[in-house]
């Protein structure tokens, strides 16, 4: 299906003489037309991204959207803006289906397109407007269908992670029929699941799966669906023969890319800060989780815990992240699995943003198994001023940091706290 796409693009491109390319609501990349423009400028920065990182930046989203595209039902003529890395004007063709968009074609318009008439406002449109339109319907249709497809399949895996113990068997019966079905999916080849989080689920339309090697489903989650306190979206990826996860590292970095993954601003952490915003408000950006591959869809239930573990884990602490697998989060695999509770009175006072400094100093200073060199050359601050700090954080809870069960309750409470 996606070769008929690039044949739809290159159908408009030629029609229109200029540069195409087919991006989805998202602004994924699906399809671009051949650049045959000897114009180095037709090349700017927007197009160039979009073509080798396959997705927009959120940036160059809103600017689009702000000359109102998502609305649109004919096309629009976007100015050049060369401070946005606009080099060029554009046309922007709506892909619509049924009222619905899923994405849209652009045109870059090297000059020989300003007179176009675009129609619109009873005006009609230039004859070659009206046939790029009708392949972006075409293109619309196809969407729809794929997303329609994609949609079944994420229900299916949703009804699967979400099902009791015993729904679990008819669940992944269903969810294997369909993955036959659909993509000629062969039971016992090795998969595994993807999480992101938080991942925005306002928008419940259905839209097509990105063309990601083995990627097979998707399906958000909300909070009450799964255990995870903030909405996730969980991918179902095809591995290697072998297992090996690294088509599911693409898919979790490619995921990481969409303007739904990552949140609003939030607080800051005692145990470490989140990364600050132009505003002044930390935000913080999505992370991914992959769990252990497993050949039995009857265990995938398992590894969405696992892969929403290690999502958290990566979220908690930025050296794992922003995309860690279960089996790489050391301390964190049993750390995610114990209930939510409040920190150890001993550990609370340490906790409060007036001790961040001194947290800090006891968790670097815990990972360092206790050799207060290290420490201080990751800290860089001088032996003794990690001493003073060392006896501040004694005082300031009770314990005693050469007795190892205080070391191990210190040092598990801050890795806790950053959950």
Known sequence: MRGDYQQLVDEISAA??????????????????AHESEDDEVMDPVRTRS????RSSAAVRAWFEAFGIARAKTPLRIPPDPAAGVFKGRICLPV?????????????????????????????????????METAARIGALLADEARAGSELGDLLRELLVAPADG?????AALGEALRDTLRFTPGTPLTLVAVTPWD???????PLPSLPGLLAA???????QAAAVPALAALVRLRPAGALAPAHTVAEHLLRSPRAGSAPAATSPAGPARATAAGRPARPGTAGIGLGTRELTELPAVWREALDAARAARAEPLLG????????????????????GPDPAIGPLLSPAHAELARTAEVFLDCAGQASRTAQVLGIHRQTLYYRLGRVEKLTG????????????????KAARL
């Not at 689920?201 to 839209?207: F, H």
């Not at 399906?219 to 669906?225: A, E, I, S």
């Not at 314990?399 to 190892?404: E, I, P, S, V």
């Open 96 to 132: 619509r289906h049924r009222g619905i968009v899923h994405g849209y074609v652009w045109l870059l318009d090297d000059g020989h397109l300003t007179d176009l008439a675009l129609g619109g406002h009873g005006a009609r449109p230039d004859p070659r407007i009206a046939q790029a």
């Open 51 to 54: 073509i080798l990182q396959r």
């Open 16 to 33: 229109l003489g200029a540069p195409a390319t087919l991006e989805d609501r998202d602004f994924g990349l699906i399809a671009f037309g």
């Open 399 to 414: 314990l005693d940091l050469d007795d190892g069960g205080h070391r191990l309750l210190l040092h598990m409470a801050l």
């Open 219 to 225: 399906c958000p989650l909300r909070p009450g669906q």
């Open 168 to 172: 679990r068997p008819a669940a992944a």
């Open 322 to 341: 922003p995309v860690a697998q279960w089996d790489d989060i050391g301390s964190y695999r049993m750390l995610t699995a114990l209930p939510a509770t």
């Open 201 to 207: 689920t306002s928008d419940t339309g259905a839209a």
